[in-house]
């Protein structure tokens, strides 16, 4: 009997299906639905992704539906939400996604859902919290997207700074999914030689590595200005994390994750280094950052509690 590995994606924006195409072509995965509000778009989507099923590495049943096909599902994928508007503040519109992401977990949770959550929607700290809170779901079963793909950025700029490959390069973005993230340079490698001494020995300026991460900070405003909107990057680490589930790797990845401790820190979702395998999140690395690096990271977390008072628990409680 072939094992189920089926995928549900509820928003069928560009995040969504540039996953949803990503998956198709990398494979992993035998059932994928689509789930959005406009139904037309959902079914328009799930029959061109099927019209290139001919040349996909392995088959998958594609189709639209409703959060009846979340029953049982592997993986729910969440990237619904609106989009910010002109003149519109950050927290008007995590107002507004807090509110739609709460009626999508109501929906998928009353399906009989069992598998784990996976939270792309922006803010998605917040959103993560919101699933949460609103399934009641041990807070393993629930991930953000965290700084997966800021994670990316850096990997790929410190590859085509230092000329190896992104693969080879071992650093992380913690912290909020934001501007308050930050770079523990104290534990970036390069293979298994820390980055540092790899700048000293090439006779780099360490100052560089303040220039490349603020080209990962501000690399989705730079591209929403030049093309409108960023998808592809997202969509790829989407399907990795989706993959590393699946295939209960225990890969790390900076995945947005509930805090009750590690960092000092409790009661939020914020990006970390994580273990990742079929059951979620199997454990939170907790790394020894120095002080500077604490205090940025204290800074971000605080940034999330403040967000939390201000919209997510008023819109969960009411």
Request: charged content about 25%.
């Amino acid at each position: 009997m072939i094992e189920r590995r089926k995928v549900v994606l509820v928003g069928t924006g560009f995040v969504g299906m540039s996953m949803a195409y990503s998956l198709l072509n990398q494979g992993g995965i035998n059932e994928l639905v689509l789930v959005d509000i406009m139904k037309d778009k959902a079914q328009g989507e799930a029959m061109d992704l099927a019209h290139g099923m001919p040349f996909a590495p392995s088959k998958v049943d594609i189709k639209s539906g409703d959060y009846e096909e979340c029953k049982d599902a592997n993986i729910v994928v969440i990237t619904a939400g609106l989009n910010q508007k002109p003149g519109q503040t950050r927290l008007e519109l995590a107002k507004a996604n807090a509110k739609i992401i709460k009626d999508i977990t109501i929906q998928v949770v009353q399906s009989g859902f069992k598998g784990i959550f996976v939270v792309a929607s922006n803010p998605v700290d917040l959103m993560a919290y919101v699933v949460y809170k609103t399934s009641g779901f041990p807070s393993s079963k629930i991930i953000g997207s965290g700084t997966v793909l800021d994670t990316s950025r850096l990997r790929f700029l410190l590859g085509e700074y230092l000329q190896v490959s992104s693969k080879n390069v071992h650093a992380y973005i913690m912290g909020e999914h934001g501007d308050s993230s930050f770079v523990p340079w104290s534990h970036c490698y390069v293979g298994c030689k820390k980055l540092v001494d790899v700048m000293e020995h090439n006779k780099k300026d360490i100052k560089d590595l303040d220039k490349i991460y603020t080209g990962v900070q501000q690399a989705a405003y730079e591209i929403i200005d030049k093309k409108k909107a960023t998808y592809y990057g997202i969509g790829i680490a989407l399907t990795r994390l989706i993959k590393a589930i699946l295939g209960d790797e225990n890969s790390i990845m900076t995945v947005s994750t509930f805090l009750n401790g590690e960092y000092s820190h409790k009661g939020i979702f914020i990006g970390v280094p994580a273990i990742i395998n079929r059951k979620g999140v199997r454990e939170v690395l907790e790394l020894e950052l120095q002080k500077e690096e604490q205090e940025k990271f204290d800074a971000s977390c605080n940034i999330l509690q403040d967000n939390i008072k201000q919209i997510a628990d008023d819109i969960i409680n009411n």
